[in-house]
């Protein structure tokens, strides 16, 4: 959890032992923080660790929680939430604690960049250079998002990229280029629609360099769910790539970004993750 507020006086409230609960709750106080302290959890077997926070949050505690018994639960409290919207979990405080008291159980894959876990998206290019922008906003936010995205779309050039799938060899000029386990980026922007977290594969999604103008009606498409149909986009799947680039640059991964070279692997890991996910049988 970050810093304590009125959600974390209600949850204090809702998880008390008179309600049946035995919780732990625990407040972050620095970058590595809920990594490490998941990772305690974990060793000393609880039932679930849940991370109360946004994607950053997110990653931190599932890293941790990675090949272990031990689930993990979301409480959405972050600008994009990808992983909790892709999982289809509310963002309704209320409503994500009900998913949470149904202890419905699924495992998920992840995938690695260059070792690196994420459990959404990551990938090089724009988006990787807008998370540098971003994250380094006092304020959060999709409007917050919206205006970087515009400030960093004027002054971005495409980069060039030699791509290695299953042994075949691929050259592009690309704004940007995303591997992903699930289908969005956050705020239920969709650049992989078709993405599945549980099929062992991870999608690709080269976004070809073209006019300003054309990159621009493409990521109207965005919002439709309809990227993937667009000629400017090329769609790959597969369980591991190589990408090499001209210089080294920023990477994101689950809405974090990393400085990386010029080589750059990345693989999926199937079943790597237990998660408490609502039951969409009904």
């Known amino acids: 959890m970050g810093k304590k507020?009125?959600?974390?006086?209600?949850?204090?409230?809702i998880f008390h032992p008179q309600n049946g609960w035995l919780a732990v709750f625990h407040y972050t106080t620095g970058p590595n923080d809920a990594f490490e302290t998941s990772l305690r959890y974990r060793e000393e077997l609880y039932d679930l660790v849940v991370a109360v926070g946004g994607d950053g949050t997110v990653n931190q505690v599932a890293c941790a929680l990675l090949h272990s018994p031990v689930p993990m639960g979301i409480i959405p409290a972050g600008s994009g939430n990808g992983l909790a919207r892709h999982l289809h979990i509310p963002l309704?405080?209320?409503?994500?604690?009900?998913?949470?008291?149904?202890?419905?159980?699924?495992t998920i894959d992840s995938g690695e960049i260059n070792g690196q876990p994420f459990f959404c998206t990551a990938g090089v290019g724009f988006d990787a250079s807008l998370a540098n922008r971003f994250n380094k906003l006092s304020t959060r936010g999709f409007a917050s998002y919206l205006i970087a995205s515009?400030?960093?779309?004027?002054?971005?050039?495409?980069?060039?990229y030699t791509l290695t799938i299953d042994n075949q060899t691929f050259d592009?000029?690309?704004f940007l280029i995303t591997f992903a386990n699930c289908s969005q980026w956050g705020n239920n922007i969709?650049?992989?629609?078709?993405?599945d977290e549980k099929d062992g594969l991870l999608d690709m999604v080269v976004w070809?360099?073209?006019?300003?103008?054309?990159?621009?009606?493409?990521?109207?498409?965005?919002?439709f769910r309809r990227i993937d149909r667009s000629s400017h986009i090329k769609n790959f799947c597969g369980t591991s790539f190589t990408l090499i680039r001209?210089?080294?640059?920023?990477?994101?991964?689950?809405?974090?970004?990393?400085?990386m070279g010029k080589t750059i692997h990345i693989g999926s890991c199937p079943t790597a993750l237990k998660m408490v996910t609502p039951c969409l049988c009904q």
Request: charged share 25%; no cysteine.
């Open 5 to 13: 507020s009125s959600l974390v006086r209600r949850l204090e409230g």
């Open 92 to 106: 309704s405080v209320t409503k994500a604690i009900e998913v949470l008291t149904q202890m419905n159980i699924s």
């Open 150 to 160: 515009v400030k960093e779309f004027v002054q971005y050039r495409a980069k060039k």
């Open 172 to 174: 592009y000029h690309a």
């Open 190 to 195: 969709m650049i992989a629609p078709s993405a």
């Open 208 to 223: 070809k360099n073209k006019s300003k103008f054309s990159i621009l009606l493409t990521a109207t498409r965005l919002l």
């Open 246 to 259: 001209e210089q080294e640059g920023w990477v994101h991964f689950d809405g974090e970004h990393t400085w």
